[in-house]
């Protein structure tokens, strides 16, 4: 089994601008050195945690799918982070999985931010996705999702089991001991490895974002991190602490078994 790189991209983002978004995560993602294979982006990242999908949605062969094509083939990578799509006249906060090859995956966010009138504008999703790079198993969620850890729970069978937990965000600075808190309880009770992907800057509401995008290992501890600067974070996963964790502390074996109901 290889190791995984993993590259997060910390960053400010232009109220409800597509194309000055997509221009600057290009610029970001062509300053990327080294070993790339999966390069994560914030919640939303083409307009910021926007409750006007009826005038910033995309359709699935839009704009920003075809940059997310283009950007990943370009330059050999994994490409993910959510955007605003419509599909059949409903909206979706939607996480996509690019491949270098064109072809890609898709997550509807979970839980919608009731607080912030989410659940009024977009709909549900009800699956979840699970993919395999390098023979990690990868779950990618977005944000409020951190906070619901049965949806997040490991389980038994394959549907259930993953190495790497994703969360793409706009997490306001307000909760930022929240957000740090969530991700490493996430890592510990689920025994994998977590990346936390946030932005930073003031969004068109006027709520401020602290960024802390971070790696947590399996046992609950902070590999690396970063607070309110931007940046670009880039670390190499190691299978080994993970497997050695789920070996020496097998807690795993001893889970609920549950069903979620759609």
Same mark, same amino acid.
């Given at each position: !089994? ?8 910390? /960053? ?5 601008? #597509?194309?000055?978004n997509?221009? &600057? ?18 919640? &939303? ?5 926007? &409750?006007?999908?009826?005038?910033? #949605? ?9 940059w &997310? ?6 330059e050999?990578? =994994?490409?993910?982070?959510? =955007?605003? !799509? ?7 906060? +939607?996480l996509?999985? !690019? ?5 890609? *995956? ?24 699970? *993919? /395999?790079?390098?023979?990690?198993k990868?779950?990618? $969620?977005?944000? %409020?999702?951190? +906070?619901?850890?049965?949806?997040? +729970? ?7 089991? %993953? ?11 307000? +909760? ?10 996430? *890592? ?14 003031t969004d ?5 974002? *602290?960024?802390?995008?971070? =790696? $947590? ?46």
């Amino acid at each position: !089994m290889s190791d995984l790189s993993v590259t997060l991209i910390q /960053s400010s983002l232009h109220w409800e601008n #597509a194309d000055a978004n997509l221009k &600057m995560f290009d610029e970001k993602i062509g300053r990327i050195t080294g070993k790339a294979e999966i390069v994560i982006l914030p919640e &939303m990242f083409t307009t910021g945690f926007s &409750m006007h999908p009826e005038k910033l #949605a995309e359709k699935p062969d839009g704009k920003t799918i075809q940059w &997310m094509k283009e950007t990943a083939q370009r330059e050999k990578i =994994i490409l993910t982070g959510s =955007i605003i !799509m419509e599909e059949e006249g409903k909206y979706f906060n +939607r996480l996509i999985w !690019m491949h270098p090859n064109g072809q890609y *995956a898709s997550y509807d966010k979970r839980h919608l931010f009731g607080y912030a009138g989410e659940n009024k504008h977009y709909t549900q999703g009800n699956k979840k996705f699970i *993919a /395999s790079v390098n023979g990690w198993k990868i779950f990618p $969620v977005i944000c %409020y999702d951190l +906070r619901f850890p049965v949806w997040l +729970r490991q389980s038994p069978g394959p549907e259930n089991q %993953y190495d790497l937990l994703i969360c793409v965000a706009n997490w306001p600075e307000s +909760r930022a001991h929240a957000w740090k808190t969530l991700l490493q309880a996430r *890592a510990i009770e689920n025994q994998c490895f977590v990346a936390g992907v946030n932005r930073t800057g003031t969004d068109g509401n006027h709520i401020s974002h *602290a960024g802390d995008s971070c =790696i $947590v290992d399996p046992s609950g501890k902070i590999i690396i991190q970063k607070n309110k600067e931007e940046a670009i974070l880039h670390y190499t996963l190691q299978k080994g602490p993970l497997l050695n964790n789920r070996t020496r502390f097998p807690f795993l074996k001893d889970a609920d078994t549950f069903i979620i109901q759609k």
